[in-house]
């Protein structure tokens, strides 16, 4: 089968020992990132299987109809980048990984060393350092602080674990269900939304974008946040209402932010407000890229296609497309 993968920018996924999956299949991998439906179109137009890494490029209905070859979408994870009722309408199969059970651990540590490096200003004393100013601040311990964890799944959850290891009180607000876990695992539950965010001394948000989340927080939530506060987000930038973040962040309620992700991405925009406030520290959401996760990923991923071509998809997100002819 011909087997096309977008945006892998390093071209890790060849030195993957996952890769072996795909041997015998005619594969080409694209390091750059490409949105452009024309482009897109005439880069795809041979692909029977495309590989996506996560959510870096929108496949929907205008490009997907310029691609009558396309028999297989395999990725992992959650797909709002994905048109599913074109797929279906198409004779696509979308096969998708939720890997219950299996937390991210990657995540977890970018959240928890991004928690570190704004509470403690490791950017900012190492960009004095390297020009020529020795101590530039006072930063703060964590210890007997509160850390809020805003979701407990399957990374909420390790990030919890975290904060009790670094001697925090860990705070919870989350949806009944996991509220419940978060009881049974000896956690503490915030008595409204409102106290969650008052008593966090760092709130770190871990929730899937789905309806239900987009906006989820809101300016009134960030302005009940504490001047001295940290907002974590590594999970998705429109869990946060649009402009709420910059606007608080201006106003001194939360005092700092470290994000992982944005409305727009890949963002290159240098002077977006994100980039360029001194209290606020910025990663390329790199939460999922480690070697160690991409081996985890793929290897679901390069099944899904050896499951396909065998005659067994596995993992489809919509079945009614396996009752077409």
């Given at each position: 089968m011909k087997i096309s993968i977008l945006d892998d920018y390093f071209d890790t996924l060849r030195t993957l020992d996952c890769f072996a999956k795909l041997n015998g299949h005619d594969v080409t991998v694209h390091n750059d990132h490409v949105q452009d439906v024309d482009a897109l179109a005439e880069r795809l137009k041979d692909a029977e299987v495309l590989v996506l890494i996560r959510e870096r490029t929108q496949i929907r209905a205008p490009l997907l109809e310029r691609l009558p070859k396309l028999k297989l979408i395999s990725q992992r994870s959650v797909y709002p980048h994905i048109d599913i009722g074109a797929c279906t309408r198409l004779g696509i199969i979308v096969s998708s990984s939720q890997h219950p059970g299996t937390p991210s651990y990657a995540a977890a540590e970018l959240t928890w060393g991004l928690v570190l490096a704004a509470m403690r200003q490791i950017p900012q004393q190492m960009a004095a350092l390297k020009s020529?100013?020795?101590?530039?601040g006072v930063g703060r311990t964590l210890r007997d602080?509160?850390?809020?964890?805003?979701?407990?799944?399957?990374?909420?959850?390790?990030?919890?674990?975290?904060?009790?290891?670094?001697?925090m009180k860990v705070l919870v607000w989350a949806r009944e269900a996991t509220l419940a876990q978060a009881r049974a695992d000896g956690y503490r539950v915030a008595g409204s939304k409102q106290e969650f965010f008052a008593q966090s001394d760092v709130l770190s948000l871990h929730m899937r974008l789905v309806d239900a989340t987009r906006g989820i927080v809101t300016a009134e939530d960030l302005a009940r946040m504490k001047p001295t506060a940290l907002l974590v987000n590594t999970s998705r930038a429109p869990l946060i209402a649009p402009g709420a973040l910059v606007a608080a962040l201006r106003a001194g309620r939360p005092g700092m932010a470290a994000v992982d992700v944005y409305d727009k991405e890949p963002l290159r925009d240098v002077n977006d407000p994100l980039l360029t406030m001194e209290n606020v520290i910025s990663t390329p959401h790199i939460g999922y890229v480690s070697r160690d996760e991409y081996e985890l990923q793929f290897s679901d991923i390069f099944g899904q296609i050896v499951d396909y071509a065998a005659g067994r998809p596995s993992n489809v997100v919509n079945p009614d497309v396996l009752k077409r002819p």
């Open positions: 020529g100013n020795w101590q530039i602080k509160t850390l809020g964890v805003y979701g407990y799944g399957r990374i909420g959850s390790v990030v919890a674990g975290y904060g009790q290891a670094f001697g």
